[in-house]
C-alpha cells in the first residue's frame, strides 16, 4: 500500500505517537489526515490536509459520528488508549475494566465501524498500536495493561482473519517504551516515538502483519517459544 495519496484516521492523534503518525503520513504524500481525539482543539497540527474530529474509543455516537465524516479513508491507526497503572490483585476491578474497554471494546468498535468504509474503498489497511507487554507482564503496575495489550493483540489477530476476505491488511505494532507522556516519570529506556509510526509505516508500504519496533520486542517475541524463566527470573530478580 503507498502512503502517497491515501486518507487516514489517527486515533489519539494530539501528542506522543499518535502525532507522529500524522506528521509521518504527512510527509510521505497523503492526501488528507483526520486527527482524532477527545480535545480536537489540541491536534496541533497545521496542515490544511488535516481535519481534526473528536473520538472517544467509549462513546459510539462519536465513532458514528467519525465514521460519517470519514468516508473516505483508506488507513485507520488505531492509537489511542490510557494505562490506569491498575495491579491485577490489589486495585479495584473497575480500573482493569476500564483498560480492557479502552484497549480491547474500544478499539474493536472503531474497527467494527470503519471495516465497511475501508471495504467500500479497495479494503486499505488497519495499524493497531499494541506493546511487548501484550506477551510478557512485569512487576512496575503493568498486570491491568498487560492483561488488555494481551487482548488486544488476539483480537488484531482475529480481524486480521475475518478481513482478510476484502482484502484488509491489519498490522500490529509492538515496542517496548516511547518517550511520551503516558511513560513520562518512568525509569526505562524509551526510543523516540517518530521510530514507531516511521516503522509501521514502512511495514504497511511492504504489506507487514506484524511490526517489532525495537530489540525489548523482538527480544520478549523471541522468548515466548522458550522457558518462560527466560522471561520472568529476571525480572523478580532471581
Known amino acids: 500500500m503507498d502512503i502517497a495519496g491515501t486518507t487516514a484516521l489517527v486515533t489519539g492523534a494530539n501528542r506522543g505517537i499518535g502525532r507522529r503518525f500524522v506528521e509521518q503520513l504527512l510527509d510521505r504524500g497523503a492526501a488528507k489526515v483526520y486527527a482524532t481525539a477527545r480535545r480536537p482543539e489540541s491536534i496541533g ?13 467509549l462513546d459510539e455516537k462519536s465513532v458514528a459520528d467519525a465514521v460519517t465524516a470519514a468516508q473516505d479513508v483508506t488507513l485507520l491507526v488505531n492509537n489511542a488508549g490510557i494505562a490506569t497503572g491498575a ?4 486495585d479495584d476491578l473497575d480500573m482493569v ?8 471494546f474500544g478499539t474493536l468498535r472503531v474497527i467494527r465501524a470503519f471495516a465497511p468504509v475501508l471495504a467500500s474503498n479497495g ?3 488497519i495499524v493497531n498500536i499494541l506493546s511487548v507487554l ?30 482478510a476476505g476484502q482484502k484488509t ?55 515466548l517459544s522458550a522457558d518462560p524463566a527466560q522471561l520472568y527470573s529476571p525480572l523478580s530478580g532471581e
Not at 97 to 104: A, G, I, P, V
Open 45 to 57: 497540527v497545521s496542515d490544511p490536509r488535516v481535519t481534526p474530529l473528536y473520538l472517544d474509543l
Open 87 to 90: 495491579n491485577l490483585l490489589t
Open 97 to 104: 475494566r476500564q483498560d480492557l474497554e479502552t484497549h480491547l
Open 123 to 125: 479494503g486499505g489497511a
Open 134 to 163: 501484550s506477551w510478557v507482564a512485569t512487576p512496575e503496575g503493568s498486570g491491568s495493561y498487560s492483561v488488555a495489550k494481551a487482548a488486544e493483540w488476539n483480537m488484531t489477530n482475529g480481524v486480521r482473519v475475518e478481513l
Open 169 to 223: 491488511l491489519v498490522q500490529g505494532v509492538h515496542l517496548g517504551a516511547a518517550d511520551t507522556d503516558m511513560m513520562a516519570g518512568r525509569d526505562t529506556s524509551k526510543i523516540d516515538p517518530a521510530d514507531v509510526a516511521r516503522a509501521s509505516l514502512d511495514g504497511v508500504q511492504e504489506g507487514v502483519m506484524e511490526v517489532l519496533v525495537d530489540a525489548p520486542s523482538r527480544f520478549v517475541k523471541a522468548a
